[in-house]
Antibody, heavy 119, light 110 residues
Framework: QVHLVQSGAEVKKPGASVKVSCKASGYTFTSYYMNWVRQAPGQGLEWIGLINPSGGGSAYAHKFQGRVTMTRDTSSSTIYMELSSLRSDDTAIYYC????????????WGQGTLVTVSS | EVVLTQSPGTLSLSPGERATLSCRASQTISSSYLGWYQQKPGQAPRLLIYGGSIRGTDIPDRFSGSGSGSGTDFTLTISRLEPEDFAIYYCQQFGSSPYTFGQGTKLEIK
């Protein structure tokens, strides 16, 4: 059974960085891309980008380029998403979600990590 | 960027009724790169339909998607609403970066 388990909630000050992890199990880690999607309180879903765990290549939405970095650790089957220069409007639940290839639906999701940015 | 517009914003129906949710794209997209998700309060989204009309794992057959080939208008239909179907539904295109979502349709009990 596929499981994507994310790290716990974070509270950060404006200007700081946050690093969220997503540990995968129940499937071959390098066979699926991992996407990150966020959801601000009471709002809809916003795609941030994706990473190929096999080679480490990534692609980010233009809006986040320069502020987001996605990495992976194949030894622990874990994906990381780091977002820097945090602002109050980055307050959201951040989800990891896997897709079979780069252009694929997101068939399994993590439980979400709440990141709160507040002074 | 492909903008997806969902309608209606809120749909009020009773259990047993038929629900029709719309997703309109700002430019032509392939149905192969269109998906639908269901999200309940406090939960992560769940994949319902992809490739226009393919149901995700363990998704009951009362859920169906329209669309084949390419176009701008896509529909999610729930044939007979069950109490557990009342939730928010999102469409997503994943053929052109950024992989955008619609703003969602809230399906509520009438």
């Amino acid at each position: 059974q596929v499981h994507l388990v994310q790290s716990g909630a974070e509270v950060k000050k404006p200007g700081a960085s946050v690093k969220v992890s997503c540990k995968a199990s129940g499937y071959t880690f390098t066979s699926y891309y991992m996407n990150w999607v966020r959801q601000a309180p009471g709002q809809g879903l916003e795609w941030i980008g994706l990473i190929n765990p096999s080679g480490g290549g990534s692609a980010y939405a233009h809006k986040f380029q320069g502020r987001v970095t996605m990495t992976r650790d194949t030894s622990s089957s874990t994906i990381y998403m780091e977002l820097s220069s945090l602002r109050s409007d980055d307050t959201a639940i951040y989800y990891c979600a896997r897709g079979l290839i780069a252009v694929a639906p997101l068939d399994s999701w993590g439980q979400g990590t709440l990141v709160t940015v507040s002074s | 960027e492909v903008v997806l517009t969902q309608s209606p914003g809120t749909l009020s129906l009773s259990p047993g009724e038929r629900a029709t949710l719309s997703c309109r794209a700002s430019q032509t997209i392939s149905s192969s790169y269109l998906g639908w998700y269901q999200q309940k309060p406090g939960q992560a989204p769940r994949l319902l339909i992809y490739g226009g009309s393919i149901r995700g794992t363990d998704i009951p057959d009362r859920f169906s998607g329209s669309g084949s080939g390419s176009g701008t208008d896509f529909t999610l239909t729930i044939s007979r609403l069950e109490p557990e179907d009342f939730a928010i539904y999102y469409c997503q295109q994943f053929g052109s970066s950024p992989y955008t979502f619609g703003q969602g349709t809230k399906l509520e009990i009438k």
